[in-house]
T-cell receptor, first 115, second 112 residues
Framework: DAGITQSPRHKVTETGTPVTLRCHQT?????MYWYRQDPGHGLRLIHY???????DKGEVSDGYSVSRSKTEDFLLTLESATSSQTSVYFC??????????????FGSGTQLSVL | GQQLNQSPQSMFIQEGEDVSMNCTSS?????WLWYKQDPGEGPVLLIA?????ELTSNGRLTAQFGITRKDSFLNISASIPSDVGIYFC????????????FGGGTRVLVKP
């Protein structure tokens, strides 16, 4: 997994509760991403980061926030989880450069169930 | 926004068969990448294409960057059981910058 650890690997929570997913990398890659995977939708970008404290929204960012206080950690927070946020969440990393910034390395995913 | 269509959505393979899948988009891209996802894991990069018309191989896998820059194809020759998984196309560059968009995936299954 190219030195990418996602935690937790599985989580079950209730509607309305806050949830934080963590992505930790040991590759010192500058770019980090959060995707969600749902049947029929492939992988959709939630938020991404170009560096410490430098984040931006992806195509499905509503209901999610992120923080990156250190190069190695990228946190995804669901402030008030809803059932529509039940999904598999993947963290990915890449390095800037014309032949590298699109070559993403993915973590093993977090299965989140919101009941 | 741009539309990205990956087909087929699923396919059954028999060992030894050649299989093909493709992605088409309404937008022009500068790169096309293909990823494979094994069950319970994150996607892994298979092939990256950077030039229109480019044909690149990785073992039994061959991918092509369409000449119009709006499509790409992936072929698997002489399929084996471990080819099972979900294959994603992911175009990038152009207006998308380095934010990859992923196709809906092609799920490859083994014929019973």
């Amino acid at each position: 997994d190219a030195g990418i650890t996602q935690s937790p690997r599985h989580k079950v929570t209730e509607t309305g509760t806050p949830v934080t997913l963590r992505c930790h990398q040991t590759e010192n890659h500058r770019y980090m991403y959060w995707y969600r995977q749902d049947p029929g939708h492939g992988l959709r970008l939630i938020h991404y980061s170009y560096g410490v404290k430098d984040t931006d929204k992806g195509e499905v960012s509503d209901g999610y926030s992120v923080s990156r206080s250190k190069t190695e950690d990228f946190l995804l927070t669901l402030e008030s989880a809803t059932s529509s946020q039940t999904s598999v969440y993947f963290c990915a990393i890449s390095d800037p450069g014309p032949a590298t910034n699109e070559k993403l390395f993915f973590g093993s995913g977090t299965q989140l169930s919101v009941l | 926004g741009q539309q990205l269509n990956q087909s087929p959505q699923s396919m059954f393979i028999q060992e030894g068969e050649d299989v093909s899948m493709n992605c088409t988009s309404s937008s022009i891209f500068n790169t096309w990448l293909w990823y494979k996802q094994d069950p319970g894991e994150g996607p892994v990069l298979l092939i990256a294409l950077y030039k229109a018309g480019e044909l690149t191989s990785n073992g039994r896998l061959t991918a092509q960057f369409g000449i119009t820059r709006k499509d790409s194809f992936l072929n698997i020759s002489a399929s084996i059981p471990s080819d099972v998984g979900i294959y994603f196309c992911a175009p990038g560059g152009g207006a998308a910058g380095n934010k990859l968009t992923f196709g809906g995936g092609t799920r490859v299954l083994v014929k019973p």
